[in-house]
Nanobody, 114 residues
Framework: VQLQASGGGLVQAGGSLRLSCVAS????????MGWYRQAPGKQREVVAM????????NYAESVKGRFTISRDNAESTIYLQMNGLKPEDTAVYYC????????WGRGTLVTVSS
């Protein structure tokens, strides 16, 4: 399984970005997928997760009400719609996919200016 994230960039506080993560390879094996982030000088943290069928989602408290995770299994893609961005959301965002193992994509940088 290979994961490729995209959609990061520079945005002003209050703005929006949409991240995408395309899976390739043995995608039929993927179960839970999601997003993590790592801010400068901080540990990597979970942002949002989504079940295989897309019906169950979980969010970090810090992003609830602002971020939305979704999944398109036909396109082997997950998304992270980020609204109301804050400077503290600045981080490298990584997508993950799980089977019996966890697969990590290369990160995409999100920078939110104040």
């Amino acid at each position: 399984v290979q994961l490729q994230a995209s959609g990061g960039g520079l945005v002003q506080a209050g703005g929006s970005l949409r991240l995408s993560c395309v899976a390739s390879g043995s995608i039929s094996r993927l179960n839970v997928m999601g997003w993590y982030r790592q801010a400068p000088g901080k540990q990597r943290e979970v942002v949002a997760m989504i079940s295989r069928d897309g019906r169950t989602t979980n969010y970090a408290e810090s992003v609830k009400g602002r971020f939305t995770i979704s999944r398109d299994n036909a396109e082997s893609t997950i998304y992270l719609q980020m609204n109301g961005l804050k400077p503290e959301d600045t981080a490298v965002y990584y997508c993950i996919g799980t089977t019996t193992s966890t697969y990590w994509g290369r990160g995409t940088l999100v920078t939110v200016s104040s």
